[in-house]
């Protein structure tokens, strides 16, 4: 993961450290007090998300408005009742390592599989499209609430957030800080940005020519 410098918001849910590889690390941060609570906060979401991520509980999951959140991977059918739990109704699964359609049908929630590979390179238009469409679809039922999430939240399922807030009408910009805001481990990757700028334009050139 590329390092980038973050910000702490309350709103981001993570989950309780229990891996014991990491509780040297974890004991060293809690204890220093010259630490800015800030940076204590971050490296504690960044330890987390480098835990493995079928073993983690609870979930890990940051509400960008009231109908939109981005976050980490489900893996369970337990975790998959906490979203359930959380009012979620629809999923985008960004996650290229497992498909959560058949944990979400058993609580009703659905689930577009829109595998992405984290390879820091440029997507495809189509990629964005089959996301926004699915998304705007299930946000036209206004009791419905939409999370996208990838492994641990931080590349592709936030890139998915971004191309769907512009797509709405948001400046790719202001969509961008509110991402950034709410959740400050996300990492914009160059690629990724340009990827949502390339859907976006494509998207208007067709508008025009209908």
Known sequence: MRSRRVRWESGLAVSPPEDRRFSRA???V???????EQL???LEVLRQAAKPARHRTGMDITWLTDRIAVGGGIWTADNMAKVAQAGVTHIIDMQ???DDT????????VVLWNPTDDDFEVKPATLFRRGVEFAQTALDNPE?????????GVHRAPMMALALLASMGW???DARELIETRRPVVDFDEA????????LDEDRSGDRAR
Do not use: D, N
């Open 144 to 152: 419905a609430k939409l999370f996208i999430h990838c492994a641990a």
């Open 40 to 42: 204590r906060s971050a």
């Open 192 to 199: 990724y940005v340009r990827s949502v700028e390339e859907f």
């Open 171 to 173: 400046e790719l910009g």
């Open 30 to 36: 809690g204890r220093s007090p010259r630490m800015p």
């Open 26 to 28: 974890s004991r060293r």
């Open 96 to 98: 290229i390592e497992f």
């Open 102 to 109: 058949a944990l979400g049908e058993e609580l009703g929630i």
